[in-house]
């Protein structure tokens, strides 16, 4: 079975640092790009960072860049998020994605999803 | 950045009626980048559409995707009970990917 599953979410003091990850199973890991995206509490779903499937290439949105960065080990199937100087509008569910195509692409659909770690930032 | 805009924001059914939903682009999205996603309370999202018309594995041929440039539509021919859900559009063809704010399908 196709499977991601998040964890390392909680509860952190604006500033602080928090690393999620990502360990995915039932599929080849190392063939797909990878994501993160996040959901604020009652709110829509906001893309975060990509990887490559070869981890060389990353990108984040504006919002998070210079304060989140992803990575993956695919000797060990795993893709992580490293979130440092947290600000309250980082309070979201994060979930990790796989991106549908083989290949080199950043841009497709996201066809499994993990179901999700939830990270608060409050004093 | 591209804004999808969604409508309705809410959409209120029955079962067994035809549902049709809007995706509308600020600028023009290949047809190659534009998926649906199905929410439902606590969980994550569930790919439906990729590449504007594609239906992924396993969803039923309820669902089907159209459009082109800057109009995409998600329709659900009958709805059934477990149809009743958040839907959104999202486009990757231009860095930054962006998603809609969401069509809620409600009873």
């Known amino acids: 079975e196709v499977q991601l599953l998040e964890s390392g979410g909680g509860l952190v003091q604006p500033g602080g640092s928090l690393r999620l990850s990502c360990a995915a199973s039932g599929f080849i890991f190392s063939d797909y790009a990878m994501s993160w995206v996040r959901q604020a509490p009652g709110k829509g779903l906001e893309w975060v960072s990509s990887?490559?499937?070869?981890?060389?290439?990353?990108y984040h949105a504006d919002s998070v860049k210079g304060r989140l960065t992803i990575s993956r080990d695919n000797s060990k199937k795993t893709v992580s998020l490293q979130m440092n100087s947290l600000r309250a509008e980082d309070t979201a569910a994060y979930y990790c994605?796989?991106?549908?195509?083989?290949?080199?692409?950043?841009?497709?659909?996201?066809?499994?999803w993990g179901q999700g770690t939830r990270v608060t930032v409050s004093s | 950045e591209i804004v999808l805009t969604q409508s309705p924001g809410t959409l209120s059914l029955s079962p067994g009626e035809r549902a049709t939903l809007s995706c509308r682009a600020s600028q023009n999205v290949g047809s190659n980048y534009l998926a649906w996603y199905q929410q439902k309370p606590g969980q994550a999202p569930r790919l439906l559409i990729y590449k504007t018309s594609n239906r992924a594995t396993g969803i039923s041929d309820r669902f089907s995707g159209s459009g082109s440039g800057t109009d995409f539509t998600l329709t659900i021919s009958r709805l059934e009970a477990e149809d009743f859900a958040v839907y959104y559009c999202q486009q990757s063809d231009k860095s930054p990917q962006t998603f809609g704010q969401g069509t809620k399908v409600e009873i």
């Open positions: 990887i490559s499937a070869n981890g060389v290439t990353t």
């Open positions: 994605a796989k991106l549908r195509t083989v290949g080199t692409t950043l841009y497709d659909a996201f066809d499994i």
